[in-house]
């Protein structure tokens, strides 16, 4: 098994809403990353996690909140978004190797609207 | 900090055509690696070919070939025979290496939209 799932596929919510997105993988990778993409531009990235701890993140506002609850699952929780955080949203994983060939494998994305 | 530069927003070519996709960087580190991630329309983002800065020879993949260039800070994309599934976005990022797991970070460029034309 070489994916990664997210779900759900698309998410329409309102500013006031609480929601979650969802990333799976069973390769036993070690490490999952959250991104940010806006259309027509390169993801961004948001979280790493490493081992199931957070070992980066790259300033992102406290409306998005990322869990890692076990080494297959990455949940990002969504509070109070703006519409400006209307995107898609891809997870990534990879193996626990340093250099080149820890390649990161994406999932399909969430496509987030807000309204 | 390091930037990834694509110059060329949008491309197309001929199928079964060469096509070179350019991509320039700037960094102060001597260590790194090097990629072109391709993102088909609504499909997931996949690695195409990975470089790394140490080695002089030039990465292949099948129909995927990179020309780096370390000392200009070039690493373009050379597609040949192009097929109608490389229309896409190409992405060119690197990567710094680091020494600790866990802090691997791909900077991508702005990408570049590929089309083949039947």
């Known amino acids: 098994d070489t994916e990664v799932t997210q779900t759900p596929k698309h998410l329409v919510m309102g500013m006031t809403n609480k929601k979650s997105l969802k990333c799976e993988q069973h390769?036993?990778?070690?490490?999952m990353y959250w991104y940010k993409q806006k259309a027509k531009k390169p993801p961004e990235l948001m979280f790493v996690?490493?081992?199931?701890?957070?070992?980066i993140n790259e300033s992102v506002p406290s409306r998005f909140s990322p869990e890692c609850p076990n080494s297959s699952l990455l949940n990002l929780h969504l509070h109070a978004l703006q519409p400006e955080d209307s995107a898609l949203y891809l997870c990534?994983?990879?193996?626990?190797?340093?250099?080149?060939?820890?390649?990161?494998?994406f999932g399909p994305g969430t496509r987030l609207t807000v309204l | 900090a390091q930037t990834v530069t694509q110059s060329q927003p949008e491309m197309s070519v001929q199928e079964a055509e060469t096509v070179t996709l350019s991509c320039t960087y700037d960094?102060?580190?001597?260590?790194?690696?090097l990629f072109w991630y391709k993102q088909p329309p609504s499909r997931q983002m996949i690695l195409v070919i990975r470089?790394?800065?140490?080695?002089?020879q030039n990465a292949t993949e099948n129909r995927f070939s990179v020309n780096f260039q370390k000392a200009a800070k070039s690493f373009s994309l050379k597609i040949s025979d192009s097929q109608l599934g490389d229309t896409a976005m190409y992405f060119c990022?690197?990567?710094?290496?680091?020494?600790?797991?866990?802090?691997?970070?791909?900077?991508f460029g702005t990408g570049t939209r590929l089309t083949i034309i039947p």
């Open positions: 990534a994983s990879s193996q626990d190797w340093l250099g080149p060939y820890n390649e990161q494998f």
């Open positions: 390769m036993g990778h070690r490490a």
């Open positions: 996690y490493s081992y199931e701890k957070l070992s």
């Open positions: 960094t102060s580190e001597n260590n790194y690696y």
């Open positions: 470089q790394e800065a140490y080695k002089q």
């Open positions: 990022a690197f990567m710094k290496h680091w020494s600790n797991f866990g802090n691997e970070k791909l900077t």
